[in-house]
C-alpha cells in the first residue's frame, strides 16, 4: 500500500517557522517528482514547492519564495518543508505529493500523482 504521511503542522505566531515532513512508503519513488501543496479554507489547492529526484533543481510559487525550503533524502524516503517567517496568509493544510512528471508539470493540477492526507498549518497575527 502506497502512503504519503505528513507531519510537523500546528499553531504557531506570524514570524515563526515550522518543518513540515513527509514520509512515503509501499513504492520506489525514484526519478518521482515530489513537493507540497496546500489548501485554504475556501480556496482551490495551490502549489507550494517541488523538488526534483536528485534534489538539483526546485520550484516554488512566488508568495512563498525566500521563505520556504524544500529538501529531499531519498534515502529515508522523505521530503522536508522548511517554512520561515510564516504569515497568516500561510495557514492551510498542507499536502505532500508524488507525481511521474516533470518539474514544470508538477503544478498543473491535471496531473495525476500519489497524496497524503495533509497536515494543518495555522498562523495567528
Known amino acids: 500500500q502506497v502512503q504519503l504521511v505528513e507531519s510537523g503542522g500546528g499553531l504557531v505566531q506570524a514570524g515563526d517557522s515550522l518543518r513540515l515532513s513527509c514520509t512515503t512508503s509501499?513504492?520506489?519513488?525514484?526519478?518521482?517528482?515530489m513537493g507540497w501543496f496546500r489548501q485554504a479554507p475556501g480556496e482551490e489547492r495551490e502549489f507550494v514547492a517541488a523538488i526534483t529526484w536528485s534534489g538539483a533543481d526546485t520550484r516554488y510559487v512566488d508568495s512563498v519564495k525566500g521563505r520556504f525550503t524544500i529538501s529531499r533524502d531519498n534515502a529515508k524516503n522523505t521530503i522536508d518543508l522548511q517554512m520561515n517567517n510564516l504569515n497568516p496568509e500561510d495557514t492551510a493544510v498542507y499536502y505532500c505529493?508524488?507525481?511521474?512528471?516533470?518539474?514544470?508539470?508538477?503544478?498543473?493540477?491535471?496531473?495525476?500523482?500519489?497524496w497524503g492526507r495533509g497536515t494543518q498549518v495555522n498562523v495567528s497575527s
Open positions: 509501499g513504492r520506489n519513488f525514484n526519478h518521482y517528482i
Open positions: 505529493a508524488a507525481k511521474a512528471t516533470t518539474l514544470e508539470m508538477f503544478s498543473k493540477s491535471r496531473v495525476s500523482g500519489y
